[in-house]
Nanobody, 115 residues
Framework: VQLVESGGGLVQPGGSLRLSCAAS????????MSWYRQSPGKERELVAT????????NYADSVKGRFTISRDNAKNTVYLQMNSLKPEDTAVYYC?????????WGQGTQVTVSS
């Protein structure tokens, strides 16, 4: 099983980034997918979730209206479009898959929002 995140980097406040998470080794279309993030000294927090079929999404209050989670089950990939980025969005972002009493994590990708 692999979850490989990409798309992180350094961006100025107000900018945008699109994270991708490519999945392999399990039946991607049967798993709910989420993005989490963790800043230094803080607990890992849930950012956004999308159901297996993509029909329902949920967001942390701190990112509602700015971030959009989506998935392409044909490509086994989940995305996180991040707009209007703020310095407080700086964190390592992790991809997560949950289903059938199993949880998988990616290695994380760093997002830094700074001028």
């Amino acid at each position: 099983v692999q979850l490989v995140e990409s798309g992180g980097g350094l961006v100025q406040p107000g900018g945008s980034l699109r994270l991708s998470c490519a999945a392999s080794g399990f039946t991607f279309s049967s798993y709910h997918m989420s993005w989490y993030r963790q800043s230094p000294g803080k607990e890992r927090e849930l950012v956004a979730t999308i159901t297996s079929g993509g029909g329902s999404t949920n967001y942390a209050d701190s990112v509602k209206g700015r971030f959009t989670i989506s998935r392409d089950n044909a490509k086994n990939t989940v995305y996180l479009q991040m707009n209007s980025l703020k310095p407080e969005d700086t964190a390592v972002y992790y991809c997560n898959a949950e289903g059938f009493r199993r949880t998988y994590w990616g290695q994380g990708t760093q997002v830094t929002v700074s001028s």
